[in-house]
T-cell receptor, first 110, second 117 residues
Framework: KNEVEQSPQNLTAQEGEFITINCSYS?????LHWLQQHPGGGIVSLFM???GKKKHGRLIATINIQEKHSSLHITASHPRDSAVYIC????????????FGQGTRLTINP | GAVVSQHPSRVICKSGTSVKIECRSL??????MFWYRQFPKQSLMLMAT?????????EQGVEKDKFLINHASLTLSTLTVTSAHPEDSSFYIC?????????????FGPGTRLLVL
């Protein structure tokens, strides 16, 4: 079964800083999800990526399949980016079931 | 984008009662729905996978007689917590997919916070 590790667990930064959140997994996969969970609990899917890099606004996600590692970057961070960011991968290669990281709690101070 | 709703968003009930949570795909047909549970400061844990018209597949350690799942239509799945106890208090989230490649089309509901007194 895939094991997912995220780092850091908690991150506090000032508005405008460049943010990086990392995700490592143990079993080879075809794709990885980055999710955002706001304080109220609702979850939004940010990215699904299988290779290279994807960009959406100020968010950038990269993945290295060979190294089993992905990063989520936030440029020009803003207090509204404060949330828990979660990466998710298939439990085993080819499976529908997801395994979730513990999440990274991001706080951006004004 | 596709929208998944959950109802209720928050529920408080007495110990021993049953609670039903609905998960609806509003603008697409969900062939598969997933039910997750999340305890405070913990990761989401898959409880069961629900396919329209068939019995749900439960994860190890999840009691199927306690957490009844019904996926009677392509837009609705329900989770019923029977004889709820305080330890069932948690945040329940569903997600839905409409394709063979679920990665492309998995959408999450807003979640239901259950508090059992």
């Amino acid at each position: 079964k895939n094991e997912v590790e995220q780092s850091p667990q908690n991150l506090t930064a000032q508005e405008g800083e460049f943010i990086t959140i990392n995700c490592s997994y143990s079993v080879g996969i075809s794709a990885l999800h980055w999710l955002q969970q706001h304080p109220g609990g609702g979850i939004v899917s940010l990215f699904m990526l299988s290779s290279g890099k994807k960009k959406h606004g100020r968010l950038i996600a990269t993945i290295n399949i060979q190294e089993k590692h992905s990063s989520l970057h936030i440029t020009a961070s803003h207090p509204r980016d404060s949330a828990v960011y979660i990466c998710a991968v298939p439990s085993i290669q080819g499976a529908q079931k997801l395994v979730f990281g513990q999440g990274t709690r991001l706080t951006i101070n004004p | 984008g596709a929208v998944v709703s959950q109802h209720p968003s928050r529920v408080i009930c007495k110990s021993g009662t049953s609670v039903k949570i609905e998960c609806r795909s509003l603008d697409f047909q969900a062939t598969t729905m997933f039910w997750y549970r999340q305890f405070p400061k913990q990761s989401l844990m898959l409880m069961a996978t629900s396919n329209e018209g068939s019995k749900a597949t439960y994860e190890q350690g999840v009691e199927k007689d306690k957490f009844l799942i019904n996926h009677a239509s392509l837009t609705l799945s329900t989770l019923t917590v029977t004889s709820a106890h305080p330890e069932d208090s948690s945040f329940y989230i569903c997600s839905a997919t409409n394709g063979v490649d679920f990665w492309e089309t998995q959408y999450f509901g807003p979640g239901t916070r259950l508090l059992v007194l």
